[in-house]
């Protein structure tokens, strides 16, 4: 039975956040561990030559291994064929049907951020405007810190460590986030009550 596209983008979502919380241990640190080293790579090389040699390297495991069971098998004349039939005969092509639940999942996330950038920018509600116009500017100062490479690298290492994090001080966690929503809900209706252009249409 075929996966609509909401069943797909549910099963992906799934598997992210398996690998997020460690539940495959090995699965969640062959994945942090190989992203954080192309990460890093990239501070001192160029992406050309990270994507050139790491491509080579596991071509060079793979000629390695192929030798190696060879001679192997030559010594033991045995004839157990190609180390690697299995995945040889796997269907690796992508398939129409594939392609297009994933262009669905796709096109409907750009929608939807054509649509909220649109708001935004338009001014349709003046407090989530300013509220992007706040996170814009604290962005610039972030952009003077920080390159997108280090960004990346810093939200890799939060991205595997957050989750775990958050699962084991979940209390503590909550608790302080509903302090500053709560902060700022206080400071965002104090706000509002001395503009009143930043009044929401419902109110």
Same mark, same amino acid.
């Given at each position: 039975?075929?996966?609509? #596209?909401?069943?797909? %983008?549910?099963? +992906? =979502? ?7 919380? +460690? ?28 994507? #050139?040699?790491?491509?080579?390297? $596991? ?14 098998? %030559?010594?033991? =004349? ?24 994933? #262009? ?15 708001? $935004? ?15 814009? +500017? ?6 003077? +810190? ?5 960004? $990346?690298?810093? /939200?890799?290492? /939060?991205?595997?460590? /957050? ?16 302090? $500053? ?12 009550? =001395?503009?009143?252009?930043? =009044?929401?249409?419902?109110?």
């Amino acid at each position: 039975m075929e996966q609509t #596209s909401e069943q797909l %983008a549910v099963h +992906w =979502k799934h598997k992210v956040l398996e690998l997020l919380y +460690w539940r495959d241990v090995r699965a969640s640190g062959l994945v942090f561990g190989c992203s954080l080293f192309f990460l890093l790579s990239l501070l001192s090389c160029s992406i050309i030559s990270v994507l #050139s040699y790491s491509t080579l390297a $596991l071509l060079s495991l793979t000629l390695l291994f192929r030798t190696y069971r060879g001679v192997l098998q %030559a010594i033991q =004349k045995s004839d157990e064929g190609h180390p690697f039939k299995r995945y040889l005969d796997q269907d690796v092509a992508l398939s129409k049907d594939m392609v297009q639940r994933h #262009s669905d999942v796709v096109l409907s996330r750009i929608n939807g951020a054509v649509m909220e950038l649109r708001r $935004l920018f338009l001014v349709e509600d003046m407090i989530d405007s300013l509220k992007f116009a706040v996170f814009l +500017w604290v962005l610039t100062h972030v952009g003077a +810190w920080f390159n997108g490479l280090t960004l $990346l690298i810093l /939200g890799l290492i /939060g991205a595997f460590s /957050g989750p775990i994090v958050y699962e084991r001080h979940q209390a503590q966690i909550d608790q302080i986030i509903f302090t $500053l929503k709560s902060r700022v809900k206080d400071g965002m209706g104090q706000f509002q009550a =001395k503009v009143p252009g930043a =009044k929401k249409k419902s109110e």
